[in-house]
């Protein structure tokens, strides 16, 4: 059974940066794309970006583009998110996913998560 673990969520101050990392066992990690998305409280979870099983192709929100990047390391099975001047609206629970189609922006659309990571930004 494919099981996906968050980490590197905590606290951080505006302009600052965090790097998540998301490792998936169980499974052939190259078999899955793999996508970040984030839920605040009291809002839907929202898609943050994806990236194909090779990492060749990527997609993202237009709310994080060009200050996050996503990666993958398939020697390591491990997904990560590099999010560079952090604002406060970027504070929510973090989640990776696993599934087959990278471009997708639906929540349904991804077959496993994980349990997610909290990220706070304070200004």
């Known amino acids: 059974q494919v099981q996906l673990v968050e980490s590197g969520g905590g606290l951080a101050r505006a302009g600052d940066s965090l790097r998540l990392s998301c490792a998936l066992s169980g499974n052939i990690f190259s078999n899955y794309a793999m996508a970040w998305f984030r839920q605040a409280p009291g809002k839907e979870r929202e898609f943050v970006a994806s990236l194909n099983w090779s990492g060749e192709l990527t997609a993202y929100a237009d709310s994080v583009k060009g200050r996050t990047a996503i990666s993958r390391d398939n020697a390591k099975n491990t997904v990560y998110l590099q999010m560079n001047s952090l604002q406060p609206e970027d504070t929510a629970v973090y989640y990776c996913?696993?599934?087959?189609?990278?471009?997708?922006?639906?929540?349904?659309?991804?077959?496993?998560w994980g349990q997610g990571t909290q990220v706070t930004v304070s200004s």
């Open positions: 996913a696993a599934g087959f189609v990278y471009r997708t922006q639906r929540v349904d659309a991804w077959y496993y």
